[in-house]
């Protein structure tokens, strides 16, 4: 195995910018929807939300994969304090477009890509190393497990 | 890329002075995340602006610990502080974390409460309007139809939609504060013609007359739709400003329901053709006495003991009609020692009820009338609370799950009978 094969991703997707720059990090990943105020502990970056299955889990540091944000307008607010507490997640991807999550990726000045060619709750796992590059638009995968992947 | 009038690249460029410059600047990063072309201007601007817990004070102590630091670096996002002018647009502060008088009854620290003092001068010192509520469609800010506004609260915002037409994004924190200096907020989502039609499709084959069944089919709609428009068709009857308020607040809540449309009720569905434009329903739902019968249990599954020690009503804030009803329900009687009654509604709204004897007929009860928040914003309950009645399907969608307690969802009547006898007897007729 050359290098190359060594460091090239297993799937490369291609979207759009939400917020540019990049990071690199283990990806932490879920079908559920999330909410910012009541559904987040900032001061940890916790899932809280009862029936979660994130619950207990925090974002802090992970590249956070997720269908979309939902509920009270106070989801910018309680992320933008998941920033100043240092539990901001390093970047995110996500499908659903909402004036939440713009707004949210914008004040965590973190990258985030949306608008992706496929569909990236199905391809990135959880454990999965994710870059995210925010001006391109792309996110790279390394697989955790690479013997999981289908021909 | 965002396109910039003349006056926006102006504002950005600091011509309008470093304060509105750092709000452009928000909203530019911010209509480029949404891929928005342009924007649109709204004197219309309901917000959060600039309050803040003693946490975030203390995390800017470096930089003067005050409102200007947190408005500058927080609300705007700007990585200096600068000096924060009057606002430019009409703008109102929603609700708050405790009542202007009765905060030492929700438990709040003095300290707290200065800090509350505080914010509230230097918000009113800004020129931004007291109103203090989730109901700002009550309290003196009334949009009117095709208005663009740029309002945070979920409740507000899909009151404002749908019910009056107006024209709102379920905005954050920061792009309130950032719309009240430039009055921009970006051309995305509600602000469009073509993102306002129904997406999904609501048969009603139950009557549903009273604010008890409006909320409940509310809850259901927000939990079959989720975050889609949905179009209800079916016989709703009665329809008025407080029913749709708890229907409105019960879908935000289950789903999250920015607008909906109710066929020959809301504006803008006078026919269903109307309702859907060039759109066809992607789902149909049902809402049958099978579903009524589901949702009331759903609403109730965190009821368990019928010893009820806080019943709390105005969720969103009462208005002055609800008000007026639960004086006429307690009069006379009196809440259980076993149990607390407390009220939320705004101040303009609770200057009426002075005005009319209600607050009295209340506290004569054993009630208190309280104003700016409610048990989910400011997390006060009754000292001991262990079991609240509400008659809001939102708060009890909330409130339990906040605070760690048990829940009951039913009529006013049988929430001030609880009140009152200190034990649950609701049941669906």
């Known amino acids: ?151 | 890329m965002v396109t910039l009038t003349g006056e926006e690249q102006a504002m950005l460029d600091g011509e309008q002075g470093p304060a509105v410059g750092k709000a452009m600047e928000l909203l530019v990063r911010y209509a480029e995340a949404l891929d928005a072309e342009r924007f649109v201007e709204t004197n219309n601007v309901a917000g959060v602006p600039g309050s803040s817990t003693p946490w975030l004070k203390d995390y800017y102590k470096q930089d003067g610990g005050d409102y200007r630091a947190v408005f500058s670096k927080f609300d705007l996002d700007s990585d200096e502080v600068i000096d924060v002018p009057r606002m430019n647009a009409y703008s109102c502060h929603l609700q708050g974390g405790m009542d202007p008088t009765l905060w030492a009854e929700q438990g709040m620290t003095e300290a707290a409460h200065d800090n509350f003092v505080s914010d509230e001068a230097q918000t009113a010192a800004h020129g931004i309007q007291i109103l203090k509520t989730c109901t700002p469609y009550i309290a003196g800010n009334v949009p009117v139809m095709g208005e663009h506004c740029a309002w945070m609260e979920s409740s507000a915002v899909v009151f404002c939609n749908s019910v009056i037409g107006g024209r709102t994004n379920c905005e954050g924190r920061e792009s309130t504060s950032a719309a009240m200096l430039a009055k921009r907020v970006p051309d995305w989502g509600f602000h469009r013609d073509e993102y306002r039609l129904g997406q999904n499709k609501v048969d009603v084959r139950v009557p549903v007359e009273d604010v008890f069944d409006w909320g409940m089919l509310g809850y259901f709609v927000g939990d079959a739709v989720q975050d889609t428009i949905p179009v209800i068709e079916g016989p709703i009857a009665k329809a008025s400003l407080i029913r749709h308020k708890h229907f409105g607040a019960a879908a935000a809540s289950s789903g999250g329901v920015e607008m909906y449309h109710m066929v020959g009720i809301t504006p803008e569905a006078n026919t269903l053709e109307r309702a859907f434009g060039a759109n066809r329903a992607e789902q149909v739902f049902t809402y049958d006495a099978a579903e009524r019968k589901r949702i009331y249990e759903m609403l109730n599954a965190v009821g368990n003991s019928t010893d009820v020690d806080y019943v709390m009503l105005g969720c969103p804030h009462y208005s002055i009609e609800q008000i007026a009803y639960a004086a006429h329900l307690i009069e006379g009687r009196k809440v259980s020692d076993k149990s607390a009654l407390w009220v939320f509604t705004s101040r303009a709204v609770k200057a009426t009820a002075d005005a009319n004897g209600y607050t009295k007929t209340l506290k004569d009860a054993g009630a208190l009338l309280m104003t700016d928040t409610c048990s989910a914003i400011s997390q006060a309950v009754p000292k001991g609370t262990r079991v609240a009645a509400l008659d809001s399907a939102k708060q009890v969608h909330y409130l339990p799950a906040m605070m760690g307690i048990e829940g009951w969802y039913g009529t006013t009547e049988e929430c001030i009978d609880a009140a009152c006898t200190g034990t649950w007897k609701g049941e669906l007729k």
């Open chain 1, 1 to 151: 195995m050359t290098v190359e094969t060594l460091v090239k991703p297993d799937i490369v997707l291609t979207g759009r910018k939400v917020v540019g720059g990049v990071a690199e990090g283990e990806a932490l990943v879920t079908r559920d929807t999330i909410s910012g105020w009541g559904g987040v502990n900032a001061m940890t970056g916790t899932v809280i939300e009862s029936r979660h299955e994130l619950r207990g889990q925090s974002f802090a540091g992970k590249i956070l994969v997720f269908p979309g944000a939902k509920g009270s307008s106070g989801w910018s607010a309680v992320f933008h304090m998941a920033r100043l507490a240092g539990k901001a997640p390093l970047a995110m991807v996500f499908n659903v477009m909402t004036t939440k999550a713009a707004l949210g990726s914008v004040v965590m000045r973190i990258p985030a890509v949306t608008d992706l060619d496929r569909d990236p709750l199905d391809l990135i796992e959880t454990g999965d190393r994710v870059r995210v590059d925010g001006d391109r638009g792309t996110v790279e995968i390394w697989k955790a497990a690479r013997s999981s992947i289908a021909p």
